[in-house]
């Protein structure tokens, strides 16, 4: 009787996540789509139990308890870590869909239809190939595994040699579904393109990468839909698969960069070129109280944060720095390029950690108009987005590449641990104009002493 | 082609329109969150792990449920706990935290 309502139930469902992702387009209505969406999970979920082919509760229980013990632990992890956490997660959906098409494969064959059979195939191959991809992101992330790219002889040739067998044999299968030997073997394949699909990725194209695998897992999820014929996993599963490739092209113009470069043209070889030519140029270096002098006689200052500022964690100290400024009656805003961090918005969530005010961030677009009055540019961590070079110098490697136009500034001033390149491995031009001060040490030290002397000064 | 398929495709091309536009309005401001929210609406495969481990036909496919399940609960309970967490902590100015 129940079980004919579980389609509504699921309908239902399927409304909710629409809606928590409508809700989550505004801070205002973002919580709201939150508790929208674990609404739908729970009757997705309850729906599902009250089907009457499930005949044990037992693991399903057990699971339950398991899956609750490890998830609350993973929600609770500090903000920096929120770019391996989302890997890892990423690692565990797409597992999930490849056991879960590994299960049916099993149990349906030899009845399984061509197109049924074509579906798993391609959740099978999505699953597994996402699963150690990301595993080997978070592994980055995390730095168990080294940052830098790396590239070998005829990498690409291998890689693509590689995906193209385990097409080819997700498309034997399809055609013959009986041929059970050859699924492990196609499962592996998978695995293994999902290691070396990372391999040549270094850390500053994680936020496309990570994207990217965010779509792979939802698309996993709605072939899924197609084995089971679930139009709540469809449209789940789409939704997810759009809105990570949403994101990773939104992440691929802020570089200027295409799928295929971040994907298959590791910056490995530029860099080979660029060091070559190892500047003599002088800097301008300052100290921290010299710096704190500047900043309490501007009226504008607008804050440039980096990937630096997270791996010193310095967020805290910059909102102690942003208050104290604040107070003086001296107007602080940040400037937030996309590709800032190690993913979409990582910037965003870190300052909002250290309760900087949302409408203080700023985006790219927004905020360049906005330098040429600014007293004081101060560049937090932050190399590659901030490089004049991408607007005029054609030989370089982020020519084309949209910055914050940092160098408008009457003054810039840059906190930097020492004078090694970024990510690109090239010289950033900004480091050697006139106007430019550098000052020298760990981020958050440097902040603290700044804070300190600026309180003094008062 | 049978009508379940061409019914499939139709859903999962207008879900990833509807997608494109609902996505594309999400505020730079907000794509840490939205990705931990597609995250956990991806757990959804939760349906076929929690169908896999429940039906026990083969020892194989209850204990590749079991994981499937354990995996999407991970994903559920993690994801939808640490947006909301993230999105408590943003406040416009002059407001206290709530």
């Known amino acids: 009787m129940i079980d004919s309502f579980i389609p509504l139930i699921y309908l239902a469902a399927a409304i909710s996540f629409i809606l928590a992702l409508m809700w989550l387009s505004a801070v205002a209505t973002a919580r709201r789509g939150v508790i929208i969406g674990v609404a739908g999970m729970a009757l997705a979920v309850c729906g599902t139990l009250l089907k009457p082919e499930i005949v044990s509760y037992r693991w399903i229980a057990i699971a339950f308890v398991a899956g609750t013990a490890i998830g609350v632990p993973m929600a609770m992890m500090p903000m920096t870590a929120v770019p391996q956490r989302t890997a890892l997660s990423h690692a565990f959906g797409a597992l999930a869909a490849g056991l879960v098409g590994t299960a049916e494969y099993y149990l349906r064959t030899p009845n399984l239809d061509r197109f049924t059979m074509g579906a798993l195939s391609l959740e099978v191959l999505l699953g597994f190939l996402t699963f150690t991809a990301s595993l080997m992101a978070f592994g980055k992330l995390q730095e168990i595994l080294p940052t830098r790219p790396i590239t070998y002889r005829h990498q690409n040739v291998l890689n693509l040699a590689l995906i193209g067998l385990a097409v080819a044999a997700g498309a034997y299968l399809t055609a013959r579904p009986e041929a059970t030997r050859l699924f492990p073997v196609f499962g592996a394949m998978a695995l293994v393109f999902g290691v070396l699909l990372i391999v040549p990725i270094g850390g500053a194209d994680m936020p496309t990468v990570i994207s990217l695998l965010n779509s792979y897992a939802g698309l996993s999820a709605a072939a899924m839909g197609f084995v089971l014929n679930n139009k709540l996993l469809i449209i789940a599963g789409a939704l997810d698969g759009s809105s990570g490739f949403i994101l990773s092209v939104i992440m691929c113009r802020a570089m200027n960069r295409s799928f295929t470069n971040v994907l298959f043209g590791a910056f490995g070889q530029v860099q080979a070129g660029a060091a070559a030519t190892p500047s003599l140029r002088t800097v301008r270096s300052a100290t921290p109280d010299e710096a704190a002098g500047i900043l309490q006689a501007a009226s504008l200052v607008i804050v440039v944060p980096g990937y630096g500022m997270a791996v010193a964690q310095a967020q805290h100290k910059v909102r102690e720095m942003y208050d104290v400024l604040t107070k003086a009656g001296i107007e602080v805003k940040f400037a937030i390029h996309p590709v800032a961090g190690r993913m979409p918005g990582h910037m965003n969530v870190l300052l909002a950690e250290a309760d900087i005010p949302y409408d203080k961030l700023m985006e790219m677009d927004d905020v360049n108009s906005e330098f040429p009055q600014a007293d004081v540019a101060l560049v937090i961590g932050a190399n590659d987005v901030t490089n004049p070079a991408a607007r005029h110098d054609r030989g370089s490697p982020i020519y084309g590449m949209p910055i914050l136009d940092v160098d408008k500034a009457r003054t810039v001033m840059v906190i930097k641990r020492s004078m090694n390149p970024g990510f690109a491995g090239i010289d950033n031009e900004l480091y050697f104009m006139d106007r430019t001060l550098m000052v020298f040490g760990d981020a958050k030290g440097v902040v603290g002493d700044i804070v300190k002397e600026l309180a003094v000064g008062r | ?98």
């Open chain 2, 1 to 98: 082609m049978s009508t379940d398929l061409e019914l499939g495709l139709y859903i999962f091309v207008l879900a990833t329109f509807l997608g494109f536009q609902v996505i594309r309005r999400v505020s730079p401001l907000l794509h840490t969150p939205l990705m931990s929210l597609t995250n956990a609406i991806s757990a959804i495969a939760v349906v076929g792990s929690i169908l896999v481990a429940g039906e026990q036909k083969t020892t194989l496919s209850t204990v590749l449920g079991t994981l499937a399940v354990t995996c999407s609960m991970i994903n559920i309970v993690g994801g939808y706990l640490i947006t909301y967490r993230m999105l408590r902590m943003f406040r416009k100015s002059g407001k206290d935290k709530s």
